[in-house]
């Protein structure tokens, strides 16, 4: 039997990607990903007309590659939602394109689901799990019973995990995204020089906040450039591990709130902040105290890429969860 194939397409934020996933064995045929980071990194963030423009640039120099297997699709999956509306239109207008000039239906992709079916790439999936989500737009605790049933229990009052680190970083010049240099730089640094607030400490409510503990680190990086000779690289090292502990314990004491209510059998971190390695650190340990499963993305699929949409719209195909052309939409936030 010849292959059975899907073509999906990820633009929800700054990461051009698609991938051509087997239906019938999930092998991924074909996975490619131009990252914007470089270009978005002297804004100190993703400046979303750019990273439209980059999209149109990228989308179609990947298809190109691609074309081989076009005889092979049964369908055409593109990420609709949540993102970036500019971003997500540009990926659901070349999805529209194809499934019209190559007549294949059409399967829309939530993006959230992507991230938690990075678990699955390749496997088949392990539910019910509860999951972390840290990402650049999203910290949230979800109960996934199955694809078509999950409830979001936990999510952040403002920032993200991830945008925290971002700010952090432009604060102090760091470039973009902040996750990777804030983590590094903090190894060099004494996580217990400052003092920050741990967000939310006192609420028995589990919820995320950022904000305050932003502001907390802008009034310190203020202090530290006001004082004789500036700030040092020491400072920002010190900075950045006194935040990252701090951003980390806030998740770390939610989460052994929502342990003590229910033990999970399965729990999983996903999302590009889940690359970091004191949070996988914490986790690791709670998941062992509770004997809970945890299962890890691998780092390369954790942060944004066509290969997670496709491993999502294969379970869509089966349930024959197909969308019309005319009414697809893109949606920057979820109901
Ligand atoms: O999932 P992702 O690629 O894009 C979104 O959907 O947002 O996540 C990117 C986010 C950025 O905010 C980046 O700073 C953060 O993940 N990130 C990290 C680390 N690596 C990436 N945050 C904390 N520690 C890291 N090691
Ligand atoms: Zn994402």
Known sequence: MSKELILSIESSCDDSSIAITDINTLELVYHKKISQELQHS????????????????????????????FP??????VTNAPGLSVTLMEGVTMAKALSISLNLPLIAVNHLKGHIYSLFIEKQEVLPMTILLVSGGHT????????NDMNIIASTMDDSFGESFDKVAKMMGLGYPG??????????????????????RQ???????????????????????????????QDKYDVCASF?????SHIMQKLKKQFKKVVP??????????????????????????KTNLHLSELKYCSDNAAMIGR???????????????????QTRLK
Do not use: W
Request: proline share 4%; charged share 25%.
């Open 42 to 69: 002297m804004y100190g963030g993703v400046v979303p007309e750019l990273a439209a423009r980059l999209h149109v640039e990228a989308l179609p120099k990947i298809l190109e590659e691609c074309k081989e297997f």
């Open 312 to 330: 999502v719209a294969v379970e869509q195909y089966k349930q024959n969860d197909f969308v019309n052309v005319n009414e697809i939409d893109v």
């Open 140 to 147: 949230q605790i979800i109960e996934a019973k199955s694809l």
């Open 72 to 77: 092979l699709l049964k369908a055409i999956a």
């Open 203 to 233: 609420s028995p409510l589990i919820q995320f906040s950022y904000s305050g503990l932003k502001n907390a680190v802008r009034m310190q990086i203020e202090k530290l450039e006001n004082q004789e000779g500036g700030i040092t690289n």
């Open 265 to 290: 059998e399965n729990f999983a971190i996903v999302g590009g902040a889940s690359a970091n390695i004191h949070l996988r650190t914490q986790i690791e340990e709670l998941c062992n105290k509770y």
């Open 244 to 248: 990252q502990k701090t951003a980390v």
């Open 179 to 200: 996750g990777p240099v804030v983590q590094e730089y903090g190894l060099k640094g004494d996580e217990n020089r400052f003092d920050f607030p741990v967000p939310l």
